[in-house]
DNA sequence: CCCTGATTCGC
DNA sequence: GCGAATCAGG
């Protein structure tokens, strides 16, 4: 397989959105999530909002300081008829005021208590934000398409069709993913530490 | 062991 | 340019 322009589109796309280079890969096709990756960085966008594995690296002591201006704009595509081009996303630019459409809208029903959802309890308030943060990005799959890699956090309400699971990748053995686990495995104390 | 991205280097 | 092998880390 070669890295023909939709494909290429496809890697910007998802990689933007924040998906991880095996995923990528497995999208695509025909690709490793090493060639995903190589491409990556060969196309220059390399660092996005905050990685899970290892991002940071010193890179070695290359005393070659190459700094990446290369902002590609691209020049319009007109074909036939304008074709809805696509609606690129802004990365991991401002928090965006939940848009939540009217379904989603509906509030929690006094009484019913949610799934899992934390009771906001001792939950950080860092925590709690990153798990909003992450339900927008979540690929909302349904709980067929759970796998032991998929995080199950429901979100929603299991009685409405306003339900569905987070869905991003659950690291090893866990059953969600690193915001959820974050909020489902409290300890006993609360927090403690902090970095970054 | 699962996963992540980063880097290297022969092709 | 490409990507497997390797590395480094969670």
């Known amino acids: 397989m070669s890295w023909t322009d939709e494909r290429v589109e496809t890697l910007k796309k998802m990689w933007g959105e924040g998906q991880s280079a ?13 060639a995903v990756i190589g491409k990556v960085h060969r196309l220059g966008l ?28 691209k020049p319009e595509l007109k074909t036939k008829a304008d074709a809805p081009v696509e609606k690129e996303i802004e990365p991991a630019a401002e928090p965006a005021p939940k848009p939540m459409s009217a379904a989603r809208r509906q509030i929690i029903p006094a009484g019913q208590p949610l799934p899992p959802q934390p009771s ?21 799959i349904s709980v067929m398409e759970l796998t032991e890699k998929t995080c199950k956090w429901p979100i929603g309400d299991p009685a409405t069709e306003d339900f569905w699971f987070c869905g991003l990748p659950s690291q090893a053995g866990k059953p969600y993913c690193e915001a959820h686990v974050g909020v489902a495995f409290q300890p006993m104390s609360s927090r403690r530490d902090r970095r970054r």
Do not use: H
Not at 120 to 140: C, F, Q, T, W
């Open 46 to 73: 390399s660092n996005r909002a905050g990685t899970t594995g290892a991002a940071a690296k010193p890179a070695a002591a290359s005393p070659a300081p190459k700094p990446k201006p290369a902002p590609k704009p």
């Open 120 to 140: 906001a309890n001792e939950i950080p308030a860092e925590a709690l934000a990153k798990v909003s943060e992450v339900e927008k990005k979540a690929k909302r």
């Open 22 to 34: 095996s995923q990528i890969a497995k999208e695509l096709g025909g690709v490793t999530r090493n």
